[in-house]
């Protein structure tokens, strides 16, 4: 069965740093582009970041390039992304999938950026 399970959001405060997980089965990761995409309250979601499959090349929204950090395991089949640098409009719900032909969704994974 093929899943997106996303975790390591929090709170956490302006200028802190989170890094979250997206573990997949039931495909596998590094065959595919994979990104990073957040959504907002009241707004659309929106594409943060993405790893090629060969894992050699990146590409950031330019609102977090310089501080988030997108990488992969594939031993362990997982996504990462590293936050550093937190702002407050970076508070949203955020997920991983496929940069292209979306599987389903997952629950993502909250960070809220509050003094």
């Known amino acids: 069965q093929v899943q997106l399970v996303e975790s390591g959001g929090g709170l956490v405060q302006p200028g802190g740093s989170l890094r979250l997980s997206c573990a997949a089965s039931?495909?596998?990761?590094?065959?595919?582009?994979m990104s990073w995409y957040r959504q907002a309250p009241g707004k659309e979601r929106e594409l943060v970041a993405t790893?090629?499959?060969?894992?050699?090349?990146?590409d950031y929204a330019d609102s977090v390039t310089g501080r988030f950090t997108i990488s992969r395991d594939t031993a362990k089949n997982t996504l990462y992304l590293q936050m550093n640098s937190l702002k407050f409009e970076d508070t949203a719900v955020y997920f991983c999938n496929r940069r292209y032909l979306h599987l389903g969704w997952g629950q993502g994974t909250q960070v809220t950026v509050s003094s």
């Open positions: 790893i090629n499959s060969s894992g050699f090349a990146t």
């Open positions: 039931g495909f596998t990761l590094s065959s595919h582009a």
